[in-house]
Structure formats: structure tokens, C-alpha cells
């Protein structure tokens, strides 16, 4: 069985490099369980610049996930699921991870976990920002940001229903009805915008011009405030539209927001 450890170092680069070369600085990783809260475990990620700590909850019916960065933001994502159903990609444990009961400290890179009496508290030791986890709930932990953990769905409508996103294109768009506007962001992070002002069909053609010329009405609404991360693309939903921008490589931070009014390049 592959462990989320595993799977993480196995992303990693495995060059060789010729005697004397710098070697590649692997993370540091401490993985375990919480004997206070059953089912609960977590695993720390220490790397240069950073890493971060995961704690987790699976049971039959209910599955939790907390995320801590360095910068003390907590990423939340909390289902009732039907037979472990894996929607918060939770990842297993790997075997002989130990079992920790309470008063146990691990210190590792930037962060600091301690079992306690119903769960386990991990935080960021120089500001004390991060969370608390029991079987059933997380909390803030020294004032850190609680947000919901991205999504990961091929394609999503903004709130107002005026903007469709597939994931898979990297594009958006908003209803085929002129006027009609689109954006497109390549791997890279450059950014195809189309507009269509007014309703017009060329001679010949059965149908008007548009941008995006098809529509689901029927799939997910993403909520203000909740994002969704699919195909290396990050979209955020807010009041002023829908910002998508590369989650990595070389045009990462770079794309664009779109609203029923506009379209704009982003990063």
C-alpha cells in the first residue's frame, strides 16, 4: 500500500549526481498516530523554505483533514461520507507508524504537535498559529485562518450562475448568449481572452458567435469563499468573480478573473 509519505517523496527528484555535486535536501518526515482521539493521524513535513502538517480522521461515515502551512493558515475539509469514501484524499498511514499517547511532544522543522487529553494540537513555533483536531472537530489554535480545503472537481459555476468553469480546459466563461466573454490560461500562464459584444451569426452558420459556446447548468455551484484545485489550476470564488491561477511550475500565481462584466489577466 503506498502512504501519502511515500507518495510524496516519490514526486521528488532521484537525479544522480556526480561525486562532489550538492545533493538533493530531502524533507524530514514524522508520521503518527493519536492514542486520545481513535482513528486520528498525522504527519509532519519539514522541507527548506517551509512544509507543512496534515492531521487526519477516517471512519466509516466521516472523514476530516487539516492542512498547517508555515504562514499559519489552517485548510479545513470535513465530509460524511458512505464507506470511507475518500473525498478529503486523506492517504494512509504506513506501517509501524507509532502510536502516541498524551503529553507527547514532536518538534520537527518550523512546526510543533502535542497529543492532549481528546486529540492533538500542531502549531507553527515561531508565531503559535495552527490547530487543534479531535476525532470529530478542528479548531483554531492562536488565532490562525480556518479555510475550506480546495476542492477537486472538473468543473464548477460561480454563485450568480453567470460563470462556468472547466477545469480540464483551464477555462471559464459565461453564458453563450451574447455578450459573451471567456478566459483560457496555458501551462506557462499566458492568458487567451475572447469577448463578444453583440449577437451575430455570419452568413451561412446555423447559430450566433460566441466564446463558450456550451453550457451544464446542472454542475456544482462553488461557493463564496471555497475554492476548487483541479488539473495544476487553482479557482477562487469571491463577491468580485472567479480568480483561477497555476498552482505550480513556471506560470505559477499567473491566469486571470472573470465576472459577467469583465475578464482580466491575473499575476
Not at 59 to 87: P, Y
Not at 131 to 153: D, K, N, Q
Amino acid at each position: 500500500m503506498i502512504t501519502a509519505i511515500a507518495m510524496l517523496v516519490m514526486a521528488l527528484p532521484t537525479t544522480a549526481f556526480a561525486a562532489g555535486a550538492a545533493r538533493i535536501s530531502r524533507p524530514k518526515v514524522s508520521e503518527f498516530f493519536v492514542a486520545t482521539a481513535p482513528g486520528v493521524g498525522c504527519f509532519i513535513v519539514a522541507e527548506a523554505g517551509g512544509g507543512t502538517v496534515v492531521c487526519y480522521t477516517e471512519t466509516r461515515s466521516f472523514e476530516q483533514k487539516a492542512i498547517l502551512s508555515v504562514s499559519g493558515e489552517v485548510q479545513v475539509c470535513a465530509r460524511h461520507v458512505h464507506a470511507f469514501a475518500d473525498d478529503c484524499e486523506l492517504g494512509n498511514a504506513g506501517e509501524g507508524t507509532p502510536t502516541f499517547k498524551a503529553g507527547k511532544r514532536i518538534v520537527l522543522g518550523a512546526f510543533r504537535c502535542q497529543v492532549v487529553r481528546y486529540g492533538v494540537s500542531c502549531t507553527v513555533i515561531a508565531t503559535g498559529k495552527g490547530f487543534y483536531m479531535t476525532a470529530h472537530h478542528v479548531t483554531s489554535v492562536g488565532g490562525a485562518a480556518i479555510v475550506p480545503a480546495p476542492l477537486r472537481i472538473p468543473q464548477f459555476l460561480s454563485p450568480d450562475r453567470s460563470v462556468w468553469c472547466v477545469m480540464e480546459d483551464r477555462t471559464c466563461g459565461t453564458y453563450p448568449k451574447p455578450p459573451t466573454r471567456s478566459a483560457a490560461v496555458d501551462s506557462q500562464g499566458n492568458d487567451t481572452f475572447c469577448n463578444v459584444p453583440e449577437l451575430i451569426t455570419p452568413p451561412g452558420a446555423n447559430e450566433a458567435e460566441g466564446c463558450f459556446q456550451n453550457w451544464n447548468s446542472s454542475t456544482p455551484v462553488l461557493a463564496y469563499g471555497h475554492s476548487d484545485l483541479y488539473n495544476g489550476l487553482l479557482c477562487m470564488s469571491a463577491a468580485d468573480g472567479i480568480t483561477c491561477t497555476l498552482d505550480s511550475g513556471a506560470g505559477k500565481g499567473k491566469g486571470f478573473r472573470i465576472e459577467e462584466s469583465e475578464a482580466v489577466e491575473v499575476g
